[in-house]
């Protein structure tokens, strides 16, 4: 039997919400820093006293209460990156951070006076760095985002690890999704499939006339 992939997503999207929200600072400032490293190639910041794990903290603080809060707007997260990263900017510049290596005085400034910009001030290079742990913040925690078309949730490892979970749960075999297919083959007994419909998918009994389920 088949399944539509689109009720499918729908019960994962929950599930990835209720996930996305639970993980912790430190899980998000790792997810940005790998996702910044990728594209740039900072290096990876590692957790301590050091500026770069302290202003990735503050950014994520700030993204992960506004998704949190249900936003999903690129622009509107991204601003909040940017004054997270100010915020430690600024906490710098005045002395108020014990960093294991202080910033050299030259660094120190023009992180100060970068951190009097406001987000929409920013070259579009800048922005698109703080869009960069937007997008993959928004992709863990499970949201759609709006205000940037390009960019959709991760489905495929996230949705076939949640496939993989529902098949050793309910034994049964759930073929994963391919690109050129908006089904996905569901394989087992009976009453193993109708306990998966009726628990994670929502399904009632009338439903299963229509998925060919009924003996």
């Known amino acids: 039997m088949s399944i539509s992939r689109v009720r499918l997503k729908q019960i994962i999207r929950e599930e990835l919400e209720k996930f996305g929200s639970n993980m912790s600072l430190t899980n998000l400032a790792h997810i940005a820093n790998k996702a910044l490293d990728q594209i740039y190639h900072y290096g990876v910041s590692e957790p301590g006293m050091n500026f770069g794990w302290l202003s990735t903290i503050e950014s994520v603080k700030a993204a992960k209460k506004l998704i949190d809060a249900g936003e999903t707007d690129i622009e509107v997260i991204s601003d ?28 120190k400034e023009e992180r100060y006076k970068k951190a009097q910009t406001k987000y929409n001030n920013l070259s579009e290079d800048d922005k698109e760095k703080d869009r960069v742990v937007a997008r993959v913040l928004l992709k863990k925690m499970g949201k759609q ?17 949640s496939i993989s979970n529902y098949s050793k749960k309910y034994q049964i075999e759930i073929t994963p999704f391919a690109a050129d297919r908006d089904t996905a083959e569901i394989n087992g007994s009976y009453d193993s499939i109708k306990r998966f419909l009726k628990k994670e998918l929502g399904y009632i009994e009338s439903d299963f006339k229509m998925l060919g389920l009924l003996k």
């Open 80 to 107: 909040a990156i940017h004054e997270g990263w100010n915020k430690t900017a600024i906490a710098d510049y005045l002395g108020k951070l014990n960093l294991d290596t202080p910033t050299p005085k030259e660094k």
């Open 145 to 161: 985002n709006n205000g940037d078309t390009s960019v959709n949730i991760p489905w495929d490892d996230s949705l076939n690890q």
